[in-house]
């Protein structure tokens, strides 16, 4: 729901690190693995209760994950990249909520089997309208040039992001963010299954 009104915001600077990157010969595919080294980190880190230690760490693996697209774009996009990035999304969205409920598993842990039930389904939704999507020759650039079909959503990479966030700075209502994030998330899911409905029925 919000990537889409701050990446004009973001993009200006992360072009002109993505630039610096590329001047340094730092290839997008090692920025993307770098991105899930600091988000297995930071999950590593809150499972241990280094919460602020955690927090950091989910920033800068969110950064390399805004920053890896911009340097393929500099360079040279290619396929692989584009599923690497993905399927290393995926990891880290799932590895922080598996933190919190290593960190405390009786406070914690069924609302993060909730949410990363909700994952689980959401992803599954936005992978077949892209696969679906690209059978039909269907393209779209409502979140910029990317490698497969992005549909919006009211769960999107922006509120992922601020709901981890809010977890590492209140982790005592860790249960309540968790089961309203896992509905948003949910109501995303039903929402694409609605589009894809409309768009491939």
Known sequence: MLDGVL????????????????????????????GLALGLA????IASGALMAGLVLILLSR??????????????????GGYLDIVFDFLFYGAI???????????????AAILLMSFYANGAS?????????????????????????????????????????????????????CIFAAMTAWTCGWRVWLSFRTFG
Not at 14 to 20: F, Q, T
Not at 42 to 45: E, R, T
Not at 97 to 111: E, Y
Request: net charge neutral; proline share 5%; aromatic share 8%.
């Open 7 to 34: 990446k004009r915001q973001i993009d200006p600077p992360i072009d002109w690190l993505a630039a610096g990157l590329t001047r340094l010969n730092i290839g997008a595919n090692t920025v993307t693995i770098a």
């Open 42 to 45: 930071a999950a590593v880190a």
């Open 63 to 80: 950064l390399a994950d805004g920053l890896d697209g911009a340097v393929a774009r500099l360079t040279r996009p290619t396929d692989f």
């Open 97 to 111: 909520p598996l933190a919190f409920a290593v960190l405390d598993p009786q406070a914690n842990a069924l609302a």
């Open 126 to 178: 936005f992978l077949a309208y892209a696969v679906m999507a690209e059978k039909r020759g269907i393209a779209t650039e409502q979140r910029g040039s990317k490698s497969l079909y992005f549909t919006t959503g009211l769960a999107e990479a922006s509120e992922t992001i601020a709901v981890f966030v809010l977890f590492c700075l209140l982790p005592q209502h860790f249960a309540v963010i968790a």
